[in-house]
C-alpha cells in the first residue's frame, strides 16, 4: 500500500465519501444525483429538481450550479482553479516526502492539463493543441471513413451484438491509437486500461477502485516509456512523435499528456455514439429527418451533445474570495458546474427537454468545456461521431435495441457500458458519407 496513494485517495475520495453516505441517509438531492444509481440512470429529473433551489447553492461541502450563464462564466474565470483543495492537512516535510513519489500519469492527477492552472497549463496544452488543428483534423476523415467501413463490415447480417463493444468503443480506441503511434493490436489491453482509470473522475470512491485504477494508471505508465523511447529513436508521424521530438516535455510530461489523450480521445466520443444511438432509436421521426436530410447530422451531432453530454460536471476552485451569481464565495472554495444542467437551461434553450436535430442554437452547449481548459480534441470527436453514426444507420436502416442497454456505474463519464441491438438486414450499397 503506498503511502502516496492513501493520501491521494483521503483527499480526493475519502472525507467526500463519508459526507456522500451521511448526506444519503438524509435524502440529500446532491447525494442521491452524485452517489447512487438513480444519479446515473436518471440525473435529468434529480437536475431540475435542484435547479429549482437557485443558480448557486450551497450542498455541503461544496456548492453547485446548473445555471448556463453562470457555468459559463466560471469556466472562463481564471479566478477560478482547476485543482481540488487538500481536506486532509499533513506536516509540510510529508507533503513534501509525498511529492517526490508521485502518482502514475493519468488524466486526473498533475501535470495533466485537464488539472493545472496558468501559466502550467499553457506549457502543457500549446505543443499538443498545435496537432489538432483543424488541416491536422481534416486529414484524419479518411481513415475514419475507413475505421468505421471495417467495424461495420464485422457486424453480424441481420444479427444481434452489442454496439458499444463492437462499435462504439471501437471506432474512437482505432483512432486514437493511431494518432499516438500504437499498434493495432494493442487496442484492446487500452480498452481494459481505460475502464479501471474512468473512475478517477468520480467524487468519492471506494478505496478498491481507486487502487485498481492506480496499478492500471502503473500499467499504461509502463508501456508509455518504452513506447516513447521507441519513439526517440525511431519517430512516426504521429501526434506523441511530435512531442517526443519537439522536447518542450519530459518523460513524465509525455505519459501525461498521452493518457490525457487517450481518456479524452476515447472517454468523450465512445459515450458521445453510444448515447447518439439511443436518442435516435428512440426518436425515429429524428432519425428519418436525417435520413431525407443528410446535412443535419453536424447539428444532429451538436444536439445530441446538448441534450446528453458525455461528461456531466467539471469542478471548479476559487482562487481568491469573489463573488459571482450573487453570491460570495471564500478563497479555497469548491463548485460543482452541472454540464448537463447548464445544456438544458430553459433560459437558454427552448422546451430543452425536447430532442430536435433542428435547434438553431444547439451549439451553445458546454459539453467541451469552455475558456482555457476547453477540450483539444472538440472537432474530432464531432467528426468521428458524424461519421461513425451517419454510417451505422445508412448500412442498418432496421437497427433496433433488443434489450434496454446498461449504463456505466459511473456519473462523470456519463454513458453505456452494453447496447444490446439486432442489426436488421444490411444495405450491401452506401452513398458517400461526404
Request: charge should be neutral; aromatic fraction near 6%.
Amino acid at each position: 500500500m503506498k503511502p502516496q496513494y492513501v493520501y491521494r485517495w483521503v483527499n480526493s475520495h475519502g472525507v467526500i465519501r463519508l459526507f456522500k453516505k451521511a448526506s444519503l441517509r438524509r435524502d440529500d438531492l446532491f447525494a442521491r444525483l452524485n452517489g447512487s444509481s438513480e444519479g446515473i440512470e436518471n440525473p435529468y429529473a434529480l437536475i431540475e429538481e435542484m435547479r429549482g433551489q437557485g443558480g448557486l447553492h450551497r450542498v455541503l461541502p461544496v456548492w453547485i450550479t446548473f445555471d448556463h450563464d453562470v457555468v459559463r462564466e466560471i469556466l472562463r474565470d481564471n479566478r477560478f482553479g482547476v485543482g481540488v483543495p487538500t481536506v486532509i492537512g499533513v506536516p509540510r516535510p510529508v507533503r513534501r516526502a509525498l511529492e517526490r513519489r508521485p502518482v502514475p500519469p493519468n488524466p486526473a492527477d498533475p501535470p495533466s492539463m485537464l488539472v493545472i492552472d496558468l501559466p502550467e497549463h499553457t506549457r502543457m496544452r500549446k505543443p499538443v493543441a498545435a496537432a489538432f488543428t483543424r488541416r491536422a483534423i481534416g486529414r484524419l476523415r479518411d481513415r475514419i471513413e475507413t475505421v468505421t467501413e471495417e467495424l461495420l463490415t464485422a457486424l453480424p447480417d441481420d444479427g444481434p451484438t452489442d454496439l458499444v463493444a463492437r462499435y462504439a468503443a471501437q471506432v474512437p480506441i482505432a483512432i486514437i491509437s493511431e494518432m499516438l503511434g500504437f499498434p493495432d493490436s494493442d487496442r484492446e489491453m487500452f480498452l481494459r486500461w481505460g475502464d479501471d482509470i474512468s473512475p478517477l473522475f468520480d467524487l468519492g470512491i471506494s478505496w478498491r477502485t481507486h487502487q485498481r485504477a492506480m496499478e492500471s494508471s502503473e500499467g499504461v505508465h509502463r508501456y508509455l516509456i518504452e513506447h516513447i523511447e521507441r519513439l526517440r529513436a525511431e519517430p512516426g508521424d504521429d501526434i506523441l512523435s511530435s512531442l517526443v521530438t519537439a522536447g518542450d516535455l519530459n518523460t513524465y510530461e509525455l505519459c501525461a499528456s498521452a493518457t490525457l489523450l487517450m481518456a479524452a480521445g476515447f472517454e468523450t466520443t465512445v459515450n458521445l455514439i453510444g448515447k447518439g444511438i439511443v436518442w435516435l432509436l428512440g426518436h425515429p421521426d429524428q432519425l428519418n429527418r436525417l435520413r431525407a436530410e443528410p446535412q443535419l447530422w453536424p447539428n444532429a451531432v451538436e444536439e445530441i451533445l446538448r441534450i446528453d453530454p458525455p461528461v456531466l460536471t467539471t469542478i471548479r476552485t476559487t482562487r481568491t474570495a469573489l463573488e459571482i451569481g450573487g453570491v460570495r464565495l471564500r478563497k479555497g472554495s469548491t463548485v460543482v458546474l452541472s454540464l448537463a444542467g447548464a445544456n438544458r437551461d430553459p433560459a437558454v434553450f427552448t422546451d430543452p427537454a425536447r430532442f430536435d436535430i433542428t435547434r438553431d442554437n444547439a451549439k451553445n452547449h458546454l459539453s467541451f468545456s469552455n475558456g482555457i481548459h476547453v477540450c483539444v480534441g472538440a472537432g474530432l470527436a464531432r467528426m468521428e461521431a458524424a461519421h461513425a453514426l451517419r454510417a451505422l444507420f445508412e448500412m442498418f436502416p432496421d437497427l433496433r435495441l433488443t434489450d434496454p442497454p446498461t449504463r456505466r456505474p459511473l456519473f462523470t463519464l456519463h454513458g453505456y457500458e452494453r447496447l444490446p441491438v439486432h442489426t436488421g438486414p444490411r444495405v450491401r450499397s452506401r452513398q458517400s458519407i461526404g
